[in-house]
C-alpha cells in the first residue's frame, strides 16, 4: 500500500512540475539604469573600434627576387711596351757571324743576318746585264731612253759587251737607290762595287726582355748598335 502511494505521489508531482514549465513565463528584464544626465556612460574597449589596435603589417617575402649586382668591367690592357732594335756587325766571315747569332738569339725574339758588299774604295756602277747581241742591246738602251732614263752608255766590246752602263756613283747609298728605281720601272738593273769588293755581314734583332746592349756586345765579341726597328717588322 505503501508503495503504490509513493508511485502516485511521483507521478503527481513530475505532472505538476511540466505544467509549472509550460505555464510560468520569464521574469521582465531589468531596465538598465540610465545615467544622470551630463554624464557619459561607460563603453566598453570593444564597443569603441576607433580604439582597436591596427592590426600588424604582414612582413614582404623573403622570397622576393632582387636584381643581381652589376658585373664590373675588366680592366683595360696594359699598354704593350715598345720593341728595342740592334745591330751587331761588321763580321768578316759566317763562320764569325754564326757565333754571334749563337751567342744573342737567347737575348732576343727575332733574328736575322744581311750581307753587305763593302767596294776598294773606287765607287760603285749601276749597270744591265749584257744582251743576246748589239740589236737587243740598243734595243734595251732604246726602251730605258724612253722611260725616262737617258744617262746610259751601250758597251761594244770586251767582257761586257752589249751591256747597258747606267752611271758610276761615289756610295753605295745612291747608286743600290737609282738600281731601285730602274728596278721599279721594269729594268733588271744591278749595282756593283768597282775595284776589289769583300762581303760584310751584320745582324739585326728585336731585343728580348730584360735585353742588355753591354752583356751582348760582351757575347757578341762585336759593337752592338741601337738601329730602327722598321726594317724588322
Not at 557619459?40 to 592590426?55: D, F, I, N
Not at 696594359?78 to 766571315?93: K, M, T, W
Not at 759587251?161 to 720601272?185: I, P, Y
Request: glycine share 8%; proline share 10%.
Amino acid at each position: 500500500m505503501t508503495l503504490r502511494a509513493s508511485l502516485v505521489l511521483l507521478v503527481v508531482l513530475n505532472l505538476g512540475v511540466a505544467l509549472w514549465w509550460v505555464l510560468h513565463s520569464d521574469a521582465p528584464p531589468v531596465p538598465a539604469e540610465e545615467a544622470p544626465s551630463g554624464i557619459a556612460r561607460l563603453q566598453l574597449l570593444s564597443e569603441r573600434p576607433e580604439l582597436q589596435p591596427a592590426p600588424a603589417p604582414i612582413a614582404a617575402s623573403t622570397n622576393t627576387p632582387t636584381s643581381a649586382p652589376p658585373v664590373p668591367a675588366p680592366p683595360p690592357p696594359a699598354p704593350a711596351a715598345p720593341e728595342r732594335c740592334y745591330s751587331a756587325g761588321p763580321f768578316a766571315d759566317t763562320a764569325a757571324l754564326d757565333a754571334a747569332r749563337a751567342a744573342l738569339a737567347p737575348m732576343a725574339t727575332r733574328v736575322r743576318s744581311r750581307e753587305l758588299q763593302e767596294g776598294g774604295g773606287r765607287g760603285w756602277r749601276v749597270y744591265l746585264p749584257a744582251a743576246a747581241d748589239r740589236e737587243a742591246a740598243d734595243a734595251n738602251a732604246q726602251r730605258l731612253r724612253a722611260a725616262g732614263f737617258s744617262d746610259l752608255v751601250v758597251v761594244g766590246d770586251g767582257a761586257e759587251a752589249n751591256s747597258v752602263a747606267l752611271g758610276r756613283f761615289s756610295t753605295e747609298a745612291r747608286a743600290r737607290a737609282h738600281a731601285g728605281a730602274l728596278q721599279a720601272a721594269g729594268f733588271g738593273a744591278k749595282a756593283e762595287a768597282l775595284g776589289e769588293s769583300r762581303s760584310r755581314y751584320w745582324l739585326d734583332l728585336v731585343a728580348g726582355p730584360g735585353f742588355d746592349q753591354n752583356r751582348a756586345r760582351r757575347a757578341a765579341g762585336i759593337p752592338v748598335r741601337s738601329t730602327d726597328c722598321a726594317g724588322l717588322r
